[in-house]
Each structure stands twice: as C-alpha cells, then as structure tokens.
C-alpha cells in the first residue's frame, strides 16, 4: 500500500480536461508545499510535470497544471491529446521517517 | 544537456552481488544530491535513498537500509548502487535522478527528481 492514494485509473476524450488526485496526511502533501508529478511512459522512465505543488518546470506544456487543497494535491491535464496517455505518479516529502513518498500512480487512457 | 545514463541491464543468481552504475554530465555532479528508485514489475515508485557525491553523505530509506550500498566517485562524475547478496525479490527496474534536497535547521526536506536515467533491469532469477 502506498504513502500517498491516487485513482489506479482515470480517462477521458481527446480535448477533454481530467484531473488526478493525490491524497495524503499533514504528516506531507497538506503539511508542505513540496509536492511533485511525474509521467511515465511505457518502458520509460519517469518525467517531471509540476514540483513544489503547481510550478511547472522549462519545457513542460502549460496544459499541464497542480494545486493542492488540504491533504490532496491534484494534476490537471487540459486539452487532452493521445501522446498524454501514460502513468503518472506523485510525490511529496514526508516528516516521517522515510523523509519521501510517492503514490500508487494513476493510469490515464485517452479515449 | 543536463543527463544521467545508467548502466546496461544485468541477469544475476541468488546470492551473488553487484553493483549498478549512474553517470551524470550536463551539470556539476557534485553539487546536487542523487537519489534511487525501484520499480518492481507492474509495480509503483518506490525511494530507496540518496547521496551527495561531493561529500558521499548519503540517506536511506529504512525500508532498504542495511539491503543495499549507495556510493559515488565524484572524480568520474558516478553514483553506484550496490548488493552484497541479491534475492528474487530484488528483481525490479532501478532509476537514480537529481534530486532536489536541501537541508534547513536540521531537517532536510525533498522537492523534486529531474532529470531521471533510463533505468537499469535487474533480474534475479536461479
């Protein structure tokens, strides 16, 4: 079982918007505002979307975007394209002691 | 570019050791900590730990403490991690990343893994 939940799966409509929770504790995504996505491809390793909640890094698509309400953090992918279908995870640091969390990932199928 | 390549898949028996590599360039290696992670098959991200290669200070995660070795050589710009003893239970895809970690009052705090290496397969099968 994962530090962090997220839905195993979630979809949505070429052009659509979608969005994937990621729900934690005080003890990390609502007790600090270092929460990161990331997206992995099939037989690829992982890519950073957003960090420190909603900042996306140079290069990423601004159809890309985070925030964070209480415990649960959230990914918001607009405009929705077939190249968007893949894993995507998030990660928050933790006061406990294994200091780094991530989720169980969210599988996002493009329809 | 900023880019870290890992070394080539490995088949290995129980018992027996090794030691994976993650070569950065792009960047001063020794200024950013690396981290690694493992990926079991069908499976989730799970952090396994990190290392400063300026200074080898290095953390583990206590569920892979005291099961694996994290080391660097900052004069060829590598970070290894490392087995004494593999299990089948080790089987798994293992990513190292730049990771963000700084360290405040004395806690250290995490906020991101960028970029990631392409991920070394380990398989450990009789």
């Known amino acids: 079982q994962s530090a962090l939940t997220q839905p195993a799966s979630v979809s949505g409509s070429p052009g659509q918007s979608i969005t994937i929770s990621c729900t934690g504790t005080?003890?990390?995504?609502?007790?600090?505002?270092?929460v990161s996505w990331y997206q992995q491809h099939p037989g690829k390793a992982p890519k950073l979307l957003i960090y420190?909640?909603?900042y996306r890094p140079s290069g990423v698509s601004n159809r890309f975007s985070g925030s964070k309400s209480g415990n649960t953090a959230s990914l918001t992918i607009s405009g929705l394209q077939a190249e968007d279908e893949a894993d995507y995870y998030c990660?928050?640091?933790?006061?406990?002691?294994?200091?780094?969390?991530f989720g169980g990932g969210t599988k996002l199928t493009v329809l | 570019e900023v880019q870290l390549v890992q070394s080539g898949a490995e088949v290995k028996k129980p018992g027996e050791s090794l030691k994976i590599s993650c070569k950065g360039s792009?960047?001063?290696?020794?200024?950013?900590?690396i981290g690694w992670v493992r990926q079991m098959p069908g499976k989730g991200l799970e952090w396994m730990g990190i290392?400063?290669?300026?200074?080898?200070?290095?953390r583990y995660s206590p569920s892979f403490q005291g099961q694996v070795i994290i080391s660097a050589d900052k004069s060829i710009s590598t970070a290894y991690l490392q087995w004494n003893s593999l299990r089948a239970s080790d089987t798994a895809m293992y990513y190292c990343?730049?990771?963000?970690?700084?360290?405040?009052?004395?806690?250290?705090?995490?906020?991101?893994?960028?970029?990631w290496g392409q991920g070394t397969l380990v398989t450990v099968s009789s």
């Open positions: 990343a730049r990771q963000s970690w700084f360290c405040n009052n004395g806690v250290c705090y995490t906020r991101w893994f960028d970029p």
């Open positions: 792009g960047y001063s290696f020794i200024n950013y900590w």
């Open positions: 290392i400063h290669p300026g200074d080898s200070d290095t």
């Open positions: 005080s003890s990390d995504v609502g007790g600090y505002n270092y």
């Open positions: 420190d909640v909603s």
């Open positions: 990660s928050s640091y933790t006061s406990s002691i294994t200091l780094v969390v």
